[in-house]
């Protein structure tokens, strides 16, 4: 299906002009569409390797091709180069030689001798073992395993593809299918940009779950490490049916053909989370399914990537809109595209009973304890988060807390939450964002679009649902620089964020899954449990004491290090008035540190405040039931 872009803004205009003189640039070589065929060979999937080969039709002279570069949903120049071996370029059955652009790594170019018509590329994607393939399943990415003709727009690119399986895997994709034989699938010609919007999964294990049928096909398709992993319990899809038919009462209206989980199991097959109009990547670890803290992710995760069909792909930024593989994308909207989508992700599972109203307070807690807990935002506006999204994704963990990470994701839930708040308040609970989401993400059912909007369209959608001064609200929160967290969503939704010594549930299970212990909320310090520091809150006792991230704790008061000694010399600090004392390695060096600290343990949670109607509790009940 064709995409429709509507560009009726201002700020679009640079872009329809670049587009303009890029598409004229292309013409006046006498090219602006091609057609490319693509066949993919999985069987060596067990070895991380996929083979492909294409085949290009092309004019004698000189010929630009490019790499995927910019990942629509990843915001960032992250198209995995380094990944792509074994090029080769021929034509009439021989060699054509190539050189990468010196400037830009993802160019390629060649001269194409007279006589030839079609240009055969054949290269392999050797992806990091843990990124995209286990022994049992793989996750392909068509972008890492094709080149398109430099300076195309990816509408105008149509592509013919096949793939070939190892024998008795079994696959879902969003792609429509156009023949299967035994390992061998065709799919019916499509846009290079729908290709890339519809990834494949398949696996030795595979479940196909419908989660309703009509009017429109949405399915819950499942590979896995093992069969034991493909085990789904009757709770958990009762919550995925009913989370899709929560969506589409918040929503109003869908924009897809039929929709696709594309669920993976498997503790090396690479953890991912991915947005595509018509289906999410979502894989997680083998033990998803059973283990109760991991099923909890899960909610979160098909939350997040389902709510993106609607806000990231189908309304999405319009300097995130790019015409291709190649142009730069701006992040500065980026806490709307991912912020309203964690607080959305957050509420659906919650009103599709995959979470309890307790899992999403835990939750909620612990994202607005790291938020006013980050020292960085004394110098970093939440903006900044986002427009720097091409290094704040992979920053490194020391010294995360002052650098700020990407806070747009949680931060953004927290302005979204205060938001709905307002609105619910404004409007004696007439309206809420559920109205300002039926407005902006609804309008007809319809198949794959995108509609761009600007920070301006936000503040007059915002305005059509209930009058307030949205832009001062936004740009305070957004654009200026806040010495504490919005937490106006909690407070005046009733509720209020307290610390106690009882551990918070979503904090627990990260330090589980990242083996680390968490002591954020007390001493401010984040350490691994084989006792490496690896963050502190420059402000809290242990960063005064001394401590950086990179030193190792070696003993805590005059025993060996473990995490329970940590744990028990936190939790005494309450009766007992001497410092703790920290023996540290710092390199090759050991050195005593004095802990002054009286607090405890402490961990955030929400707790109810009578004073104010619970409007939490209203955010997450279900509508759809
Ligand atoms: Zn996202």
Redesign the pocket.
């Known amino acids: 299906m064709t995409k429709m872009i509507e560009t009726n803004h201002r700020k679009n205009r640079l872009l329809i002009l670049f587009v303009f003189l890029q598409i004229c640039a292309v013409a006046a070589l006498g090219q602006n569409s091609a057609s490319i065929k693509m066949n993919v060979d999985a069987t060596e999937a067990a070895r991380n390797v996929l083979h492909t080969t294409l085949t290009i039709p092309v004019k004698p002279g000189p010929l630009g091709l490019f790499y995927p570069k910019w990942i629509p949903g990843e915001h960032s120049p992250t198209g995995p180069i380094n990944d792509m071996v074994g090029l080769r370029l021929s034509g009439n059955g021989k060699s054509i030689p190539w050189t990468r652009d010196p400037v830009d790594m993802f160019g390629f170019h060649c001269e194409i001798p007279a006589g030839v018509s079609e240009l055969e590329v054949a290269f392999d994607d050797a992806s990091q073992p843990g990124t995209t393939m286990s022994a049992r399943l793989a996750r392909v990415k068509w972008n890492r395993v094709l080149v398109y003709p430099r300076g195309i727009n990816s509408d105008a690119i149509r592509v013919d593809t096949s793939i070939k399986l190892p024998g008795g895997w079994k696959f879902s994709t969003a792609l429509p299918v156009l023949r299967e034989r035994r390992d061998e699938v065709e799919f019916k010609e499509v846009s290079l940009t729908e290709l890339v919007d519809s990834p494949l999964i398949a696996g030795a294990n595979f479940r196909r779950l419908t989660l309703m049928s009509t009017p429109l096909l949405h399915e819950m398709d499942i590979a896995a490490d093992t069969p034991a992993a493909l085990e789904v319990k009757p709770e958990t899809l009762l919550g995925w049916q009913n989370l899709v038919k929560e969506a589409y009462a918040l929503y109003g209206a869908r924009h897809y053909r039929s929709y696709r989980f594309l669920l993976t199991l498997s503790d090396v097959g690479g953890s991912e989370?991915l947005?595509h109009h018509e289906s999410s990547e979502d894989g997680v670890g083998e033990k998803a399914l059973s283990d109760p803290g991991q099923l909890i992710d899960l909610g979160d995760l098909l939350g997040?990537?389902y709510t993106?069909s609607w806000n990231?792909k189908y309304r999405r930024p319009a300097d995130l809109t790019t015409p291709d593989f190649e142009q730069p994308m701006h992040g500065d909207l980026l806490w709307v595209y991912?912020g309203l989508?964690e607080y959305l992700g957050k509420v659906l599972p919650a009103r599709s009973g995959l979470w309890t109203p307790e899992n999403f307070r835990e939750s909620v807690a612990a994202v607005a304890a790291e938020m006013d807990n980050q020292s960085g935002r004394k110098w970093r506006p939440l903006v900044d988060t986002a427009t720097a999204v091409q290094f704040t994704y992979s920053s490194p963990r020391a010294w995360m807390n002052y650098r700020r990470r990407v806070d747009y994701y949680f931060e953004g839930l927290l302005l979204w939450m205060e938001a709905d708040v307002l609105i619910r308040r404004q409007s004696q609970g007439k309206l809420s964002l559920d109205d300002f989401c039926h407005k902006f993400h609804g309008g007809q059912d319809a198949g794959p679009m995108v509609r761009t909007y600007t920070f301006d369209d936000i503040v007059n959608t915002l305005n059509e649902v209930t009058p307030y001064d949205w832009r001062g609200f936004l740009n305070g929160r957004v654009n200026m620089i806040a010495p504490r967290a919005p937490l106006g969503g909690i407070t005046n939704g009733g509720w209020k964020l307290v610390y106690d010594e009882k551990p918070n549930e979503e904090v627990k299970f990260n330090e589980q899954q990242r083996k680390f212990v968490n002591l954020t909320y007390s001493i401010g310090l984040i350490v691994s449990t084989e006792g490496v520091v690896l963050d502190v809150n420059p402000e809290l006792p242990a960063a005064k004491a001394g401590l950086a991230p990179g030193m190792k704790i070696v003993g805590v008061n005059g025993r060996g290090w473990s995490v329970d000694a940590l744990h028990d010399a936190i939790a005494a600090t309450k009766n007992v008035p001497t410092p703790t004392e920290l023996r540290i390695d710092n390199g090759s060096f050991q050195e005593n540190y004095k802990l002054i600290y009286r607090g405890g343990e402490r961990y955030p949670h929400l707790e109810r405040d009578a004073t104010k109607p619970d409007l939490l509790s209203e955010i997450i009940k279900p509508r759809a039931r």
Do not use: D, K, P
Request: glycine residues 24%; charged residues 40%.
């Open positions: 989370g947005e997040h990537e993106h990231g991912e989508t």
